[in-house]
């Protein structure tokens, strides 16, 4: 090697190893609840109880549904947005920096206890035979295939 491309091979060697010097970014969202141990779905899979914590890729609108027994199901939306320097080109540029970084999101829920009416099992009844009525009367619902009496067999004395 001549003495002119010596100093060119280190720099680009550098160049060419600075994406894999990069840090990374970790993003997480945590979901608490009043009172905790609620069932935890994000856009409709299971994930945990809270309180909990999930790594995520995507930015975006989450649906977010928890569950308790004794405590009336909360369906919400949980708003994850980038920052600033999560957004193009600028993610770029911040994916170079040689450190880990951190993008954490949190959304906390109070979960309202069910009323003693809603629990009374004749309402209970009550509201599954005025469900029942509407489902038959619905034109999507099929009608069930009529069904035939098993065959019996006798026994040979």
Request: proline share 11%.
């Amino acid at each position: 090697m001549s003495r002119r491309t010596r100093p060119f091979f280190p720099a680009t060697l550098l160049v060419l190893a600075l994406p894999l010097l990069g840090g990374c970014v970790e993003r997480t969202l945590q979901v608490t609840s009043e009172p905790s141990g609620a069932l935890v779905y994000l856009n409709g899979e299971e994930v945990g109880r809270t309180p909990m914590r999930k790594d995520f890729l995507w930015y975006g609108t989450y649906d977010v549904e928890l569950r308790k027994e004794g405590y009336e199901t909360k369906v919400a939306e949980a708003k994850v947005w980038a920052p600033w320097w999560q957004i193009p080109p600028i993610d770029l540029f911040a994916e170079l920096i040689p450190l880990p970084l951190q993008d954490n999101h949190a959304v906390s829920y109070t979960l309202d206890p069910v009323s003693p009416e809603q629990v009374d099992p004749q309402r209970v009844i009550d509201r599954a035979v005025q469900l029942r009525g509407r489902l038959r009367s619905s034109p999507h619902t099929r009608q069930p295939a009529p069904t035939t009496a098993p065959a019996t067999t006798q026994s040979v004395d």
